[in-house]
C-alpha cells in the first residue's frame, strides 16, 4: 500500500504535464520523476512474486521450509537494491529540451534505438512476464495443495469446508488476474509505442492514446500495488474484522486475542525419552510446526 501511494504521487505529474502538454518541474524533476515510478513499480512487483513464493514454500514444503526476520530482510533488500539498480538508465536518458524555442519538454534521449528497445524488452521480460509466471506457478500449486487436503485442525462439516476451500482458490486466482489485467494494457501501449508508432500517421489518434490512454493504464499499474488487501479483506472475514477494530482504536486487545495461532520453535528439535533405559532422542515439534503453518493459513482465509 505505502508504495502505491509513492507511485501515485510520481504519477500525477505525468498526467498534469500530458494535459499541459509543457514540463513546469525542472531539469532535476524530468530525471527523478520516471526514475521514482519506475523503481517504485519494479519493487512492488517483485514484492508481490516474493510474497507468492513464500506462500508457495510455506505450504507446499511445511516440513524444510522456515522464513526468518533475516532472510525476508535480505529479499526485501535484494528487490529494492535491484529495481533501483535496474531503473538508473531512467535518470541517465531523460532530459529536458526546448520544442521551438519555447515549449520545455522531458524526453528520453537513448544512444540509440537499439538500446531504447533492448533496455524496454529487459523490463517487460524481469518486471512483469518472470513475476507473473511465477505468480501464477506458485497460486496454483497453493490452490491444488488447499483444494486436494483437509486443513488440520478445522473441524467443519464438509460443506463449510467445500465453500472455504472454494473461497481461497476463488481469492488466488483474482489475485493473479488483477495483476494480469492491471499490467497488460500499458505493455500493449508501450510495445506500439517502441516498436510501430513510428508507422503511424493518424496524428489525432496518436494524441488520444497518449493524453487519454496512456494515463489510465499507468494508474491501473499503481493501483495494482494497493488493490491486493481489499482483495484479501473481500474473501476474509476474519481480515476485515481486524481492519474494523483497528479503525474502532482498539486493535490492540483485539489481535491479542485473534493473533494467538502457534508459532514456529527453532530451540527444540527433539525430546529425551528414558523409558528403556537409554538415552533416546525422539523428532520433536516438527508435525507441530507443519499443523501450524497451515492453521495460520487457514485462520485468515477459512473464516
Not at 540509440?112 to 506457478?137: C, D, H, M, N, Q
Not at 489475485?175 to 503511424?200: A, G
Not at 489525432?204 to 492514446?209: A, K, W, Y
Amino acid at each position: 500500500m505505502p508504495v502505491a501511494m509513492f507511485a501515485t504521487g510520481t504519477a500525477i505529474l505525468g498526467v498534469v504535464f500530458i494535459k499541459i502538454d509543457k514540463w513546469r518541474y525542472g531539469a532535476v524533476m524530468c530525471k527523478i520523476t520516471p526514475y521514482l515510478q519506475t523503481v517504485s513499480v519494479c519493487a512492488s512487483v517483485n514484492t508481490l512474486a516474493a510474497i507468492a513464493v513464500d506462500r508457495y514454500l510455506a505450504i507446499c514444503y511445511t516440513f524444510n521450509y522456515k522464513m526468518t526476520w533475516t532472510t525476508s530482510k535480505c529479499i526485501m533488500c535484494f528487490v529494492w537494491v535491484f529495481s533501483l539498480g535496474v531503473s538508473i538508465p531512467m535518470v541517465l536518458y531523460r532530459e529536458l529540451i526546448l520544442q521551438g524555442g519555447l515549449l520545455k519538454v522531458c524526453i528520453e534521449t537513448y544512444p540509440s534505438e537499439t538500446v531504447r528497445k533492448v533496455y524496454f524488452i529487459g523490463i517487460f521480460v524481469f518486471f512483469y512476464a518472470i513475476p507473473l509466471i511465477l505468480i501464477i506457478f506458485c497460486y496454483s500449486f497453493i490452490g491444488f495443495r488447499v483444494w486436494n487436503r483437509n486443513a488440520p485442525g478445522i473441524f467443519k462439516a464438509n460443506g463449510v469446508i467445500h465453500k472455504s476451500k472454494v473461497k481461497v482458490v476463488k481469492m488466488l486466482a483474482v489475485v493473479v488476474i488483477i495483476f494480469f489485467i492491471s499490467w497488460l494494457p500499458n505493455y500493449i501501449i508501450q510495445f506500439w509505442v517502441y516498436f510501430e508508432m513510428d508507422q503511424f500517421r493518424d496524428y489525432d489518434s496518436l494524441m488520444f492514446v497518449i493524453k487519454y490512454i496512456s494515463p489510465v493504464a499507468q494508474w491501473m499499474v499503481v493501483s495494482n500495488s494497493g488493490i491486493n488487501p481489499v482483495i484479501y479483506c473481500l474473501f476474509s472475514k476474519k481480515i476485515r474484522l481486524r481492519i474494523k477494530a483497528m479503525l474502532k482504536c482498539h486493535s490492540k486487545h483485539f489481535l491479542d486475542r485473534t493473533s494467538s495461532h502457534p508459532k514456529y520453535s527453532s530451540t527444540r528439535y527433539f525430546s529425551v525419552d528414558y523409558s528403556n533405559g537409554h538415552v533416546t532422542l525422539r523428532p520433536y515439534g516438527i508435525e507441530k510446526r507443519r499443523k501450524s503453518s497451515m492453521r495460520s493459513f487457514n485462520s485468515n482465509f477459512y473464516d
